[in-house]
Structure formats: structure tokens, C-alpha cells
């Protein structure tokens, strides 16, 4: 695997509008999030991030069986679904307080492995690309120096103008025919050029195919994850006490598992990587944009079940950017604010207490705004995901991820402050996925050795208390994910979700501290806001959502614009 060669600092292009612009909605399938943004003289001054749907699945699952948790949680998100099922799981775990077999942790790591590598090709590839790349502009392209450029970032690369020209013909006949399907933006087909995007056609050819390649490698990545885990989106192997899959220890499951994933690693070696680090080469600029202040992860890939620190992917606070000092991870230290959500109260309450109460308002409140409520780490609020745990892990000396994290910088001739933006989180998703494909094969490894030594064991019994309070934590594709569930006569009496999305992406506290999303957007540049895309690359870099519908209101005129977003 090579990088791509560095390229020059483009300026950011400016702009001198001033007045408020809108994203409404951003969506995703676990929610939809609208972006009201104040700008002046080209930056945005002002922000709130408002989630658009109310979700209520603490309140669903009040007096249910404990172990029916994660089949109610799975379908909170139609995407990265076993994370909710696994952090139920754990929930209920830690909460009767059973010893997991080794086994069973180290099929649960290769199943959350497969989907950090099924997620992060696809929000690459398929959900923040376009924000990027100028699918129109491939027309322009040659085919010839398109496979020439391809084939110099990647030794495994074997690609050629005619495959190029292919591609090419199929957008022109969809540009021709006005119905451009997948590729629909109208970012790349208006009347004006907007300089906001700078790629030359060539790699916008080149990352148009590999855009449709990834759409096959994904579903490779998925059937691996079935293959264990029973199906996919929804898992089914995952009980309270280990997992049941006993078919996924045959040796032909095993290889079957293997050849999937060695080919979706393969892919994330030879196009994924290459391609993140060409793009990034072009838009180096935006290593000044986008950043936010604190981080946290709570790790993941665990040998042990009941302790953090056993975790592959390291556990750690920083603060206010310095990575010199990594804390502890403290779940006592969390607490979720409601006052600017459509929530009833003012209180801020640690997730065991929590009350989910609904109390709308109305879309144009600026004081309550959002569904979201507004979880904060001793009083701050902090980005979670997998800019914070690359921040984590390098800060902390793992080794993998400090290689990755150095190849990354050196490439992009840039220092590690780079990471402190939208572009570092976009490289930060690529570096962790390359650090995680890296390991699969060791927990593979580990998983045959111990069945062939004689070691089959999946499952532990266990009695369900009549009360009793546990904690799921999963560190997933889009970041920290925790489950709190209080048991009392053996049935749930209170559980709270503690999703990424409403980490990152929710509003201001009751100390008026804006949420990481609003914070990153801050003094972001706007250069057309009939066709807002840096507001969408900073969105989408923390992974909000799938296809978007923007509609801009001029201040002065009052006209409303609409556009649709792929």
C-alpha cells in the first residue's frame, strides 16, 4: 500500500453572505437533524444541531423481560444495528453479573470488527464522498491518466482506461438523461461552478468507480458479520451470559468468514486508504476546520468483559486538545442535560436516574430545539467516535495506531494538530478502520486455537436477579455507545440509550456549552449558500446521516431553495 503525493494548500474559497442558512432535514435512518446556521461575511457565527424525531425505546421497553432488551434496541438504527444489540447485551450482563467464556468475547470482536469495517466503507465511499468529489466533473476526465493515477497509489491495483471509460459513459447517460439516480447533488449540476470543491477530473473519475465498487465490497462485509452473527442487519447470536452461534466454530464457517474478510481487507489496503489520503491531499485546508475540544472513548475489543482497560482500542479522556494527558474513562462522571430539549425539566441526571418525558415545543424555539438531550463528561462536552479514539490510542502509545496515525501525517506533509478538524476526523475513520482489519486475524487466530486445544465454550448459565443495575459500553463505528438498565422483580424498570449521535450531535446544556456538531461548525466559510457543502462535509464527518434535503433561506428575499442531497 502506498499514499497519494502531497499536494499544495488550496485557499478556501470566500464569500461575503450574510444571513441564516438551513439544513433540514439531515437524515439518517436512526433520525433526522436539522443544521440552523447564522451566517456573516462568508462564516457561520451561530449553530444549532436539532434532532427532528423523537425515538422513546426507554420508554417502550419499561417492564419487559431484561433479555428482550437488544432486539427493541437494534431497531433504533437500520445501519450499525449489532452495536445496540451487544451494548443491551452487555447491559444485562453486567448487571447479573455472569462471567462470559473467552470464546464468546472473541466471537463478539469479530462480529463489532466486521461492522466497523462494513460502517466505515460506506460512510467513506457512499455517505460523504460527494462532499468531496464532483461526479459531473468525471465527465471531463481521461480515462487513460484516470488508470495511470489509480494504479500509482496502490501496488494492488491493477485498473484500466477501459474500466474507466465504462463508468465514465454510464454517468455521462445519466447526466444526459437528466435522472442521475445515486449520483443526484445538486452541488455538481448547477448553472455556477462552486469553487468549493478543487479535485481535477481524473481523480474525480477514479473515485466515482471506486464509489460504485464499494456498493459490491460492502456486502461482503456484511455476509461476513451474517456468518457469525446469524443475520444481518438485525444479529441474532447474542445472549446474556456469551453468544449461541456453536455452527460459526466449524472449520468451513470459519474459512468461509476468513475469505470474506480478507477480501474486504484487501480492499481497505489497496483502495480505501489510497483513496482517503489522494482526496485529502487536495483539501488540506480543511485540517483548520471542523474541530472541536475534548474527547473520550471508552475502548473496545475487549479480553475481559468487566474491564476496560483489557481493551484493544484503548480506554481515555483528553482535554482541551492536549495530548499529553490521557484520564481514565469515569462513567460516574456522566450525566445527561435536558434543558434545551424537548424534554420535560431542567435537570441534569446521570443516565441510572434518567427521565425520558417528551415536551414539544415548536420548530422555530430557539431556547428548546432539539429531541436530543445533551450528555456531558464532568460538565464538558465531548466528541466521541473515531477521532477520539484514534486521539485516544495515539496519545496513549498503541502502537498500531500510532503507526497508522504517522504514515497518515507524513503523507499529508501535515502535524498532528491537523487532526484537530473535519478533515483529521475524516482521516481518523480511515485509521481506525485500517488498525481494526489489521487485528481480525489475530482474534480469528485465537478463536481456532482455542477450539482446537479443545475450548468450545460459548455460553455461561445464569439466574436473573429480582433487582439489580448494569452498563453496556460499546465503542462503535460512530462512537461511544452506552446502555443503563435498572431490574427490579426481575423485569426492566428503567433503561436510557446513550447514543454517539447524542454525544456529538446534540444540543447546548443547561450551561449554554454548545454541543460538539455546533462547535465544530463555528467560523466555518461559506462560499455559496444556495449550495451549502461545507456545512455537509462537517456534518457528515461525525457520520449524522444518509440522504439529505437542503433547503436555504435568503434573508433579504425570502426565497427558499430546495435541493436534494445524495
Not at 499536494?7 to 437533524?33: C, M, W, Y
Not at 462471567?99 to 469495517?117: E, H
Not at 459500553?473 to 462512537?479: K, L
Request: a positive charge.
Amino acid at each position: 500500500m502506498s499514499g497519494s503525493k502531497p499536494q499544495a494548500i488550496p485557499v478556501t474559497p470566500k464569500s461575503n453572505f450574510s444571513g441564516p442558512v438551513i439544513v433540514d432535514p439531515v437524515t439518517r435512518i436512526e433520525g433526522h437533524l436539522r443544521i440552523d446556521a447564522t451566517v456573516e461575511n462568508g462564516k457561520i457565527v451561530d449553530v444549532r444541531s436539532s434532532s427532528q424525531l423523537f425515538r422513546g425505546l426507554e420508554i417502550i421497553l419499561k417492564g419487559r423481560d431484561p433479555r428482550d432488551a437488544q432486539h427493541f434496541t437494534q431497531r433504533s438504527c437500520g445501519v450499525c444495528t449489532y452495536v445496540h444489540a451487544l451494548a443491551s447485551t452487555r447491559a444485562v450482563d453486567n448487571a447479573v453479573k455472569v462471567k462470559i467464556p473467552k470464546n464468546a468475547t472473541i466471537m463478539r470482536n469479530l462480529v463489532m470488527g466486521s461492522q466497523f469495517l462494513h460502517d466505515h466503507i460506506v460512510h467513506f465511499y457512499h455517505l460523504h464522498a460527494l462532499d468531496w468529489v464532483n461526479v459531473a466533473n468525471a465527465l471531463k476526465a481521461d480515462p487513460a491518466k484516470t488508470a495511470a493515477l489509480s494504479n500509482s497509489l496502490s501496488a494492488g491495483r491493477k485498473e484500466t482506461a477501459a474500466q474507466f471509460k465504462a463508468v465514465q459513459d454510464k454517468v455521462g447517460a445519466l447526466v444526459a438523461s437528466g435522472k442521475l439516480g445515486i449520483f443526484t447533488n445538486a452541488y455538481f449540476l448547477g448553472e455556477k461552478k462552486n469553487e468549493a470543491y478543487y479535485l481535477p477530473a481524473e481523480a474525480d473519475l477514479m473515485a466515482t468507480k471506486h464509489y460504485l465498487d464499494a456498493l459490491h465490497m460492502q456486502v461482503k462485509a456484511a455476509r461476513a458479520m451474517a456468518i457469525f452473527g446469524a443475520k444481518n442487519p438485525h444479529t441474532q447470536f447474542t445472549v446474556v451470559g456469551g453468544v449461541t452461534n456453536y455452527d460459526a466454530l466449524k472449520p468451513e464457517r470459519v474459512a468461509e468468514f476468513k475469505a470474506l474478510t480478507d477480501e474486504v481487507i484487501a480492499f481497505i489496503k489497496d483502495f480505501y486508504i489510497p483513496d482517503l489520503l489522494a482526496v485529502a491531499g487536495f483539501y488540506k485546508d480543511w485540517s483548520k476546520i471542523g474541530g472541536t475540544t475534548n474527547f473520550f472513548s471508552c475502548g473496545e475489543f475487549p479480553t475481559d468483559e468487566y474491564d476496560l482497560n483489557s481493551r484493544f482500542l484503548p480506554q481515555g479522556v483528553i482535554m482541551k486538545r492536549d495530548l499529553t494527558k490521557v484520564g481514565n474513562f469515569d462513567p460516574k462522571a456522566i450525566k445527561e442535560h435536558v434543558a434545551h430539549s424537548w424534554y420535560v425539566g431542567d435537570k441534569a441526571l446521570h443516565p441510572y436516574e434518567g427521565v425520558t418525558e417528551p415536551k414539544y415545543t415548536n420548530l422555530k424555539d430557539k431556547d428548546r430545539y432539539s429531541w436530543m438531550k445533551a450528555p456531558r463528561y464532568n460538565d464538558e462536552a465531548m466528541e466521541t467516535g473515531p477521532l477520539a479514539t484514534v486521539l485516544v490510542a495515539f496519545a496513549r502509545g498503541h502502537k498500531p495506531t500510532v503507526d497508522a496515525v504517522n504514515f497518515v501525517l507524513k503523507t499529508l506533509n501535515v502535524g498532528p494538530d491537523a487532526l484537530f478538524s473535519t478533515l483529521g476526523r475524516t482521516a481518523a475513520r480511515g485509521i481506525e478502520t485500517l488498525v481494526i482489519a489489521n487485528q481480525m486475524q489475530t482474534w480469528l487466530d485465537a478463536l481456532v486455537g482455542n477450539v482446537k486445544a479443545g475450548d468450545s465454550e460459548l455460553y455461561t448459565p445464569w439466574k436473573m436477579p429480582q433487582e439489580a443495575e448494569g452498563v453496556g459500553f460499546v465503542q462503535a463505528p460512530r462512537g461511544m455507545l452506552s446502555h443503563w438498565i435498572k431490574i427490579k422483580k426481575g423485569k426492566i424498570e428503567n433503561f436510557q440509550l446513550v447514543v454517539p449521535s447524542t454525544w456529538s450531535l446534540g444540543p447546548r446544556c443547561a450551561n449554554g456549552k454548545l454541543g460538539p456538531v455546533e462547535e465544530a461548525l463555528m467560523g466555518t466559510p461559506i462560499f455559496d449558500p444556495a449550495r451549502p457543502v461545507e456545512i455537509l462535509r462537517t456534518v457528515h464527518s461525525f457520520d449524522p446521516c444518509i440522504a439529505c434535503g437542503v433547503h436555504v433561506l435568503d434573508a433579504k428575499t425570502g426565497k427558499t431553495a430546495s435541493f436534494k442531497v445524495l
